[in-house]
């Protein structure tokens, strides 16, 4: 059964001259989630931001669920940082982990929510084996690496399985979208099963967040 829905701005296209102020905005706006996108110049070719981002946002005061997804390679010994950091949820790719189910449970182990991290062109096998240690599953709608990217239509066809296969499980499992999500096929995203909107440049690049936040929900 679908959640209800979130609205997570990813900071990657906030003003990081003035983060902790665009952040508490696009909250304040009425998102529920704070988006972080982690990059190392090796699993994707960008680098972003680290697990002291994450600590500065926290003593800032952004007290909302920080939802940490980790574009690098390997992975394990950066979970502990994030955990200690502040993030709430983090999300990992299978193919920068040599071993997948041990660097899940170390999420958890760590006090985080466990999400697994889905490439356009990664299939949904790998969820067969590991539904009983994740809480979230992010599906990629765009490759990963840099903001600002269009949506990939066949997301939605990807989207509609993903769900399929949540409510089968009858475990409480998110299922979040990233990239190139707008309020022109927010709509869409939703009806193939999503309850996690990840959305960058959208909110940080318009004048108006809580405008932008409310036609993401459809209202």
């Known amino acids: 059964m679908k959640q209800p829905l979130v609205i997570a701005p990813s900071i990657l296209s906030a003003d990081f001259a003035r983060l902790g102020e665009d952040t508490r905005g696009a909250l304040e706006a009425g998102a ?9 110049n090796h699993y ?3 680098l972003t931001i680290g697990p002291l981002v994450c600590q500065a946002l926290r003593d800032f005061g952004i007290t909302a669920p920080i939802d940490v997804h980790l574009m690098i390679e390997p992975v394990d010994r950066i979970i502990p940082d994030f955990a200690e950091a502040g993030a709430s949820v983090i999300s990992i790719h299978p ?10 449970s170390l999420i958890r182990e760590c ?18 084996w590991v539904s009983d240690k994740i809480d979230l599953v992010l599906l990629m709608s765009v490759n990963p690496g840099f903001g600002g990217q ?12 993903a769900r399929r296969i949540i409510d089968d499980s009858e475990l409480e499992i998110r299922l979040e979208i990233d990239g190139g999500v707008k309020p022109d096929n927010a709509a869409d995203i939703i009806a193939a099963g999503a309850d996690t909107l990840v959305a960058g440049s959208a909110i940080f690049g318009s004048n108006d967040y809580a405008g932008v936040i409310r036609a993401l929900r459809g209202h």
């Not at 929510?113 to 969820?127: H, R």
């Not at 269009?150 to 399985?161: E, N």
Request: some cysteine; overall charge negative; charged content about 25%.
């Open 32 to 40: 529920d989630w704070v988006h972080f996108d982690v990059m190392d």
């Open 111 to 128: 006090g985080c929510k466990a999400g697994i991290v889905l490439n356009p062109a990664t299939p949904l096998d790998v969820l067969d």
């Open 150 to 161: 269009k949506f990939i239509p066949s997301a939605l066809t990807k989207l509609k399985q």
């Open 44 to 46: 994707v070719p960008n």
């Open 95 to 104: 193919e920068s982990t040599r071993h997948l189910d041990r660097s899940l």
